[in-house]
C-alpha cells in the first residue's frame, strides 16, 4: 500500500532508534483513545492499519516542524476601542468581537454594531 507520506525527510533520517521510539511512544499515549487507533505493526515496523501509520507520519513531520520553527506564527489584530455610537456603515463587513466589552465594533467606523442586523426589505439591501 502507497502513503501520502512515503518519503522520509533529513530530520527523520537522522533520529536514532531510540528518539523514533520515545516519539512513537508519546504518539500512541496521545492517539490511545481516540476510535480507531490500532497499535498493531507489521515486521518492518510500521503500523498496520492505513489510517494510522498515515497519522504517524504526520506526527513525525509535525514535530520537525515544531523542532526547526517551520511553522507559521500568526497572531490576530487587536479588536479597536469602540467610539461613541452606532455603526451606519449600512452591512457592515468588517467586525470584530471586543472581547473585554463583549460586543461587536464595525472596523471601518470603529462604532458598536450587531452581527446580525435585520435586512430593509423596502431597499435593493440584499444578503451577502
Same mark, same amino acid.
Given at each position: 500500500?502507497t502513503? %501520502?507520506?512515503?518519503?522520509?525527510?533529513? /530530520?527523520? !533520517?537522522?533520529?536514532?532508534?531510540?528518539?523514533?521510539?520515545?516519539?512513537?511512544?508519546? %504518539?500512541?499515549? #496521545?492517539?490511545?483513545?481516540?476510535?480507531?487507533?490500532?497499535?498493531? !505493526? &507489521? *515486521?518492518?515496523?510500521?503500523?498496520?492499519? =492505513?489510517?494510522?501509520? #498515515?497519522?504517524? *507520519?504526520? /506526527?513525525?513531520?509535525?514535530?520537525?516542524?515544531?523542532?526547526? =520553527?517551520? /511553522?507559521?506564527?500568526?497572531?490576530?489584530?487587536?479588536?479597536?476601542?469602540?467610539?461613541? =455610537?452606532?455603526?451606519?456603515?449600512?452591512?457592515?463587513?468588517?467586525?470584530r468581537?471586543? !472581547?473585554?466589552? &463583549?460586543? /461587536? +465594533?464595525?472596523? +471601518?467606523?470603529?462604532?458598536?454594531?450587531?452581527?446580525?442586523?435585520? +435586512?430593509?426589505? &423596502?431597499?435593493n439591501?440584499?444578503?451577502?
Amino acid at each position: 500500500m502507497t502513503y %501520502f507520506f512515503n518519503r522520509k525527510s533529513d /530530520y527523520i !533520517k537522522s533520529l536514532s532508534g531510540e528518539e523514533i521510539n520515545s516519539l512513537q511512544k508519546d %504518539f500512541e499515549e #496521545a492517539c490511545f483513545c481516540m476510535p480507531g487507533f490500532n497499535s498493531d !505493526k &507489521n *515486521e518492518l515496523g510500521d503500523y498496520k492499519d =492505513g489510517g494510522t501509520q #498515515a497519522a504517524w *507520519e504526520g /506526527y513525525m513531520f509535525s514535530e520537525e516542524w515544531n523542532k526547526h =520553527g517551520r /511553522y507559521q506564527k500568526t497572531s490576530l489584530p487587536e479588536c479597536p476601542e469602540p467610539l461613541d =455610537g452606532w455603526c451606519n456603515c449600512g452591512k457592515c463587513k468588517a467586525m470584530r468581537l471586543h !472581547k473585554t466589552k &463583549n460586543i /461587536y +465594533v464595525c472596523l +471601518v467606523c470603529h462604532k458598536q454594531t450587531e452581527p446580525f442586523l435585520p +435586512v430593509d426589505f &423596502n431597499s435593493n439591501d440584499w444578503l451577502p
